[in-house]
């Protein structure tokens, strides 16, 4: 059953001004009231859609976690078969809509609701299956490669949300040499790395 506009449009305005708090003020400085201020909603309304403040943050990082959830697999699979071109320019149009939120969400780290872990910990996962299923050739741990991965991921997540589209010379480059690096501890040595 389809949610009521009316239900939609709160929840995106009290959103909204959730994010453009979070801006100016720490997760943990936020109030409820602040919220229902900066939405010119009220509390009971607000309490009619979320139960707190916390209630509020998990439901929206449980929703841009399953969105990347959805393309986790895809954007790993281009990463590995070096199709970096592909996947800069997906990660930009998976990121384009909900780059400023997703910016907002990286800085908040609650134990329950922590969106830029989330992320890492669906790359890891990722990673940790797929060298798993590599005939190993150097001693080095899986946890080790995994991290490494994973760090790069999201150096180029962070860095495609913070400067979108702008700058792109020499990124996929970068990110190249990178991947091959860290392939290279997990390949048999007359594996050709793409």
């Known amino acids: 059953m389809a949610k009521d506009v009316r239900k939609i449009k ?16 720490g997760f943990r400085q936020l109030t409820v009231a602040d919220i229902c201020q ?6 009971s309304t607000f309490y009619a859609h979320y139960l707190d403040k916390y209630d509020l943050l998990e439901q929206m990082v449980a929703h841009y976690t399953a969105m990347f959830a959805q393309r986790v697999s895809v954007r790993f699979q281009q990463i590995i078969a070096g199709q970096i071109d592909d996947l800069l ?13 997703l910016q907002v969400l990286f800085t908040v780290h609650e134990p329950d609701a922590d ?18 299923s590599q005939p190993v050739t ?4 899986v946890d080790l490669i995994a991290s ?11 860095w495609i ?11 996929a480059e970068a990110v190249n040499t990178i991947r091959k690096a860290i392939l290279i501890q997990i390949k048999a040595p007359d594996d050709q790395l793409s």
């Open 148 to 158: 490494m991965g994973s760090n790069v991921q999201m150096t180029l997540i962070e």
């Open 89 to 101: 320019h997906s990660l930009l149009a998976d990121m384009a809509e909900n780059r400023q939120t």
């Open 115 to 132: 969106l830029k872990a989330n992320f890492y910990q669906l790359l890891y996962r990722q990673w940790e299956t797929f060298i798993k």
């Open 161 to 171: 949300i913070e400067h979108g589209e702008n700058s792109l010379d020499g990124v």
């Open 38 to 43: 900066a939405s010119l909603t009220s509390r």
């Open 138 to 141: 150097h001693p080095v741990p």
């Open 10 to 25: 709160t929840e995106r305005d009290l959103q909204n001004a959730f994010l453009s708090l979070l801006t100016t003020k």
